[in-house]
Each structure stands twice: as C-alpha cells, then as structure tokens.
C-alpha cells in the first residue's frame, strides 16, 4: 500500500519558498507540486529563482509570471483541476490566484504557513473571527468562466492548520504547529555576534509605504551609525533613490546581496541585528540563536496611520521570549 503524502506548494517569495521546505520535510512529503508566482520585482524573482535549485524537492514545477498572469493561471488550474491531495500548502490566504487553484482542486487538509507579518493580520482578520476569503476581480473571472472554470475560491472557511514561527494561539476550527525552522538545515552556521564588527541595519519600505516619514526613518538610520559604519542590507522593496540617500546622509555601507538575509547574513560579522517591524528578525532569531538581533519601536505617534501602528503592535508582541530585544533610540 502506498503511503506517500502528497501536497501542493503554491509560493510567490523567498521566505515563502524557505517556509515550504520547512514544511516539505516537517509533514513528510513524498511527492510534490509547486506552484510559484513571480511578481514585479526583479530582486525578488532572482533570489526565488536561485533558491529553487537549492531545494530541488519538486516533482512538477508550474511557472506563472507577472506578465502572463491570467494565461498561466488558467493553464495551471486546467493543469491541476481534478488532482486529489493529502496537503495543499500556501501563505497568502486572500490571495486571489491561490484561491483559483485551491477551489478547483481536491484535498484533506490546508495548511497556511508563514507570509511575513501578513500572516499576523490575516491571523486577526480572518482566522480568529472565521471568514472565508472573498476578493474577487470580476472582469477576470467573467473571462475565465467563458474558458470554463466556474470556481474561483472556496465557498467557506474550512478548518485549516497555521504552520508558524508565530505564538499565535490556536481556535476551534484553527490548529497551530510551531515551525522553529529545525528541518531545513542546509543554510544554518554557527554564527555569534562580534562586539568589534559593524553593525547591521536591515532596511525596509518604511517610507515607500507610507507607514512612517523620510525624517523619522533618516533620524534612525544616522543614529545607529553615530559611533561607526553601519551595514546597510537594503529591502527589495526600497527604492534605489531612497537608498542613496541614506548612504549620502548616514554613515552606511550598502551590502548588496541578492539572496535573503536569513542566508546573506552569514557572510558578514556583524556586532548585532537591528530592524524596524521585519520578520527576517525572527527567523534570524530561530536560526541563529548565538546572534545579537534587536528591534526599534517606533512610537506611536511617528506612524502616518492607524492600521500601521496595530499591525507594529502585533509584531513587537511577537519579538517577546525570543532572542529580539528592544534598542532604545532618542532620536529628538
């Protein structure tokens, strides 16, 4: 009798291809299909791209790319539609594509692991209150119902498993499985922190986004480099321009590194960690024990709005008992 357990992976980031694996050899997998999304930025697509060859766990790949979106989503869903499996895996709940493939497939279980601090509001959004996932894009799906597929998410809210590095608590109709990052090996180091090494500072879209203001994060950057040059890892999401910036106006040197920083960050010694509202500060914490890695908590008052300043709250809630301790900056 066949045993294997088969899944379905559908990805669309670095840590989201890093979580699947995790999850590949946690659930014990014996065939897989993966299904990965490239979207817009180039940075993105390169390190998932190198990352696939370092985790050649797949036994069918499907390709769908920002420019042929809807074509390859169709071909994928014709592809899958009326495949059984044990395990359907993804990240991104409300995820409008990922739903299309979910609905028109048959499995036992969904299992959601790690999208960032993304996972902590769709946790909050609609794991605790139990709301199925309803975005839509009618014109889309007009399109595709003339091609044939007629299912575009699932009708409700099925009992899901929360695959996580976050202490989230589980619901009657939620479990939790703590994902510390201890399967997936093949990257981790004995790295410690050097006390006479820079430094370093993981950027992020902070002001991109408009989550807080170019003075505010400039404030931080020049004060965690007051007493010497910082190492500045750069988000793939921070513009280039705003990049130079920071460089002319703090006392930065830019790392420029393709791959993510959990795997990055073993190239270079550094004296400590220090990020804004980043997961990479957890992970880096679960992989890395050894590691100095800290956390600024951005006031209340300096986010420019009301949704920034809950999701920052439930990511510092999240840094408590792990190995992220709080730097304080008086940057007035």
């Not at 696939?52 to 014709?78: D, G, H, Q």
């Not at 199925?132 to 299912?151: D, N, T």
């Amino acid at each position: 009798m066949n045993t294997m357990k088969s899944a379905l992976f559908i990805v669309t980031s670095p840590l989201q291809l890093l979580c699947a694996a995790e999850a590949f050899k946690y659930y014990k997998i014996g065939k897989a299909t993966l299904v990965v999304k490239y979207g817009g930025n180039d940075v993105s697509n390169n390190m998932l791209r190198d990352m696939l060859l370092e985790y050649p766990l797949w036994n069918a790949t499907y390709i769908i790319t920002k420019e042929k979106s809807l074509r390859e989503t169709y071909k994928t869903v014709r592809a899958l539609r009326g495949e059984k499996y044990n395990l359907v895996l993804n990240a991104e709940f409300n995820a409008w594509f990922q739903n299309i493939l979910i609905a028109n497939i048959k499995y036992n279980k969904r299992v959601i692991f790690d999208d960032g601090v993304m996972t902590l509001n769709d946790y909050r959004v609609y794991f605790e209150p139990r709301i199925a996932s309803s975005k839509s894009h009618l014109e889309k799906e007009l399109l595709l119902r003339v091609l044939g597929i007629s299912k575009f998410r699932p009708n409700q809210f099925d009992e899901i498993e929360l695959f996580t590095m976050f202490d989230l608590s589980p619901t009657p109709h939620v479990s939790v499985v703590e994902n510390r990052f201890s399967q997936t090996t093949y990257y981790r180091k004995k790295i410690t922190s050097d006390s006479n090494a820079p430094t370093g500072i993981l950027g992020q879209p902070l002001v991109e986004a408009g989550i807080v203001s170019e003075d505010y994060y400039l404030k931080c950057l020049q004060k965690l480099s007051k007493n010497g040059k910082a190492y500045y890892f750069p988000h793939r999401a921070e513009s280039k321009e705003n990049i130079q910036k920071w460089l002319s106006l703090a006392n930065l040197k830019l790392i420029e590194d393709d791959r993510p920083i959990e795997i990055s960050i073993t190239s270079y010694k550094v004296s400590s960690i220090v990020g804004f509202i980043s997961t990479a500060l957890k992970t880096l914490s679960l992989l890395y024990p050894k590691l100095n890695i800290q956390f600024i908590r951005t006031p209340d008052d300096e986010f420019l709005t009301e949704k920034f300043r809950i999701n920052a709250r439930n990511t510092y809630a999240q840094y408590k008992g792990e190995k992220v301790s709080e730097i304080k900056l008086d940057i007035h």
